[in-house]
Nanobody
Framework: QVQLVESGGGLVQAGGSLRLSCAAAGRTNSMFGMGWFRQAPGKEREFVAAINWSVGTAYYADAAKGRFTISKDSFKNMLYLQMNSLRPEDTAVYHC?????????????????WGQGTQVTVSS
């Protein structure tokens, strides 16, 4: 089992920045990758970014490219999402997730474990 807890969400003006963190606990040494997904009110959960836990290769949704950066600290079992140039359409609950096996990291159904999420609100 892997437990995930997100933090760092909040209210920010358009153009601002936030850094989300996700603390992982449990059997983290068996993880293949971790990712960030978000869900806005009335919308489906969507992929934002993911990272291969051992190699560090990062993947981004088109909406995140050039503005968001995913990173990790394997020693601390921490996952981060640096979000810059935020827009009102980035408003959502952001969830981190972990996947054990080799699966596509941009697919929600690949993931085995999920955090409760942290709210990000971007005002215009």
């Amino acid at each position: 089992q892997v437990q995930l807890v997100e933090s760092g969400g909040g209210l920010v003006q358009a153009g601002g920045s936030l850094r989300l963190s996700c603390a992982a606990a449990g059997r983290t040494n068996s993880m293949f990758g971790m990712g960030w997904f978000r869900q806005a009110p009335g919308k489906e959960r969507e992929f934002v970014a993911a990272i291969n836990w051992s190699v560090g290769t990062a993947y981004y949704a088109d909406a995140a490219k050039g503005r968001f950066t995913i990173s990790k600290d394997s020693f601390k079992n921490m996952l981060y999402l640096q979000m810059n140039s935020l827009r009102p359409e980035d408003t959502a609950v952001y969830h981190c997730a972990a996947v054990r096996d080799v699966r596509p990291l941009d697919v929600m159904t690949s993931y085995d474990y999920w955090g409760q999420g942290t709210q990000v609100t971007v005002s215009s």
